[in-house]
């Protein structure tokens, strides 16, 4: 798994690739909790080249999306692979999470 | 045709069990989507094993059995951890207020939600879940 982090005028996008499951988890739980120590709240999560996300992923995001509500912040999602949407259903996180069909809506939302 | 493969419980290894669960899948002649439910069920499982069964990495062995027939793929499980008894695993309670949502539980969930047979058995040498997939399943499915 990759991740990279960019800023967009006050919103962080956040592209991550590759595989995200409990080995992978933990990095991107911190490369987010990072964002969020330094008060950067409003974040797009582009997960267009994830090819498979786990449980442990999905874990991630709740919890840093839990972070972020508490401070008025949002943690909202940019292109889901057809597979890890399906994660996402099946865990019924897809009226949690706002999804966007594109990076630039995402960040455009805010 | 059965195939195994055996690996250390540690999280780094969860890649390699999903291909060896995919290539088993493409020989029960599952498609992608039933392929996608078999390895993210497996890799929940292992990841259970190590987290609660061992209780960490590195602290014991994996062992995976795969057996694809046409249409039907059936994948066995076995760890040497202690007994699991997966009734005292409570539901994610997923329809909770964002506050109250816990997450933990959603592995098992999952299983059971993409899967068509979860059975768990533990015996005195350690225990076994076995993972049924059939190709005519609408499990999972929208």
Redesign the interface.
């Known amino acids: 798994m990759q991740i990279a982090t960019q800023d967009s005028g006050a919103v962080s996008v956040v592209a991550v690739s590759g595989?995200v499951?409990?080995?992978t988890a933990p990095d991107l739980e911190n490369a987010l909790k990072k964002l969020v120590d330094a008060e950067k709240t409003q974040i797009v999560l582009d997960l267009l080249n994830v090819e498979?996300m786990?449980?442990?992923g999905?874990?991630a995001m709740?919890s840093t999306?839990?972070s972020v509500?508490r401070v008025n912040g949002d943690l909202r999602v940019a292109n889901p692979s057809p597979?890890v949407e399906?994660?996402l259903?099946?865990?019924?996180?897809t009226s949690?999470f706002a999804i966007y069909r594109s990076r630039e809506e995402a960040v455009g939302s805010f | 045709m059965a195939r195994t493969l055996t690996v250390p419980g540690s999280?780094?290894r969860?890649?390699q069990v999903?291909q060896f669960v995919a290539q088993a899948a493409e020989s029960a002649g599952l498609d992608e989507?039933q392929s996608?439910h078999c390895?993210?069920a497996v890799?929940?499982a292992c990841?259970n094993i190590?987290?609660h069964g061992y209780g960490g990495e590195h602290l014991g062995q994996i062992w995976l059995t795969c057996e694809a027939e046409p249409g039907e793929l059936t994948i066995t499980i076995r760890d040497t951890a202690r007994p699991f008894d997966p009734n005292s695993v409570p539901e994610?309670n997923?329809?909770a207020p964002?506050?109250e949502?816990r997450?933990g539980g959603?592995?098992l969930?999952?299983m059971r939600?993409?899967m068509d047979a979860v059975e768990f058995s533990s015996d005195s040498a350690g225990n076994t879940l076995v993972l049924v997939k059939r190709r005519d399943s609408a499990k999972?499915d929208?």
Do not use: H, N, W
Request: proline letters at 2%; a negative charge.
């Open positions: 595989r499951d409990s080995s498979y786990s449980s442990a999905l874990r709740v999306l839990k509500k597979r399906e994660v259903r099946l865990a019924g996180l949690i | 999280y780094d969860l890649e999903c989507g996608s390895q993210l890799d929940e990841t190590i987290e994610p997923l329809s964002l506050d949502m997450i959603l592995g969930f999952f939600q993409v999972g929208a």
